[in-house]
Nanobody, 119 residues
């Protein structure tokens, strides 16, 4: 099972980016998915999570600016980031809890995609 993230890049303050993360391999289903980020010199932090039925939980600093969504048919999670700020600069990692067989759930991480917000 692999998670492949994409969509990072350089954007000016106030701009937007959309991250994607697709799961591939052999598994039954995907439970919770989410995005984390790690800024230079800081620990990795939770940005947002989404359950299989669409319930979300955002960190306060991105509420109203970021939107998570998922396509269960495509095994993909998205992160729409608007009104980006320099403090959003970080490597963004997708995360998923995947049911690989009956009663076996493993946690997987994507490879990380760099988001740089700078003028």
């Amino acid at each position: 099972v692999q998670l492949q993230a994409s969509g990072g890049g350089l954007v000016q303050p106030g701009g937007s980016l959309r991250l994607s993360c697709a799961a591939s391999g052999n598994f039954f289903s995907i439970n919770g998915m989410g995005w984390y980020r790690q800024a230079p010199g800081k620990q990795r932090e939770l940005v947002v999570t989404i359950t299989r039925d669409g319930s979300t939980n955002y960190v306060d600093s991105v509420k109203g600016r970021f939107t998570i969504s998922r396509d269960n048919a495509e095994n993909t999670v998205y992160l729409q980031m608007n009104s980006l700020k320099p403090e959003d600069t970080a490597v963004y990692f997708c995360n998923a809890r995947i049911v690989i067989m009956l009663k076996v759930i493993n946690e997987y991480w994507g490879q990380g995609t760099l988001v740089t917000v700078s003028s």
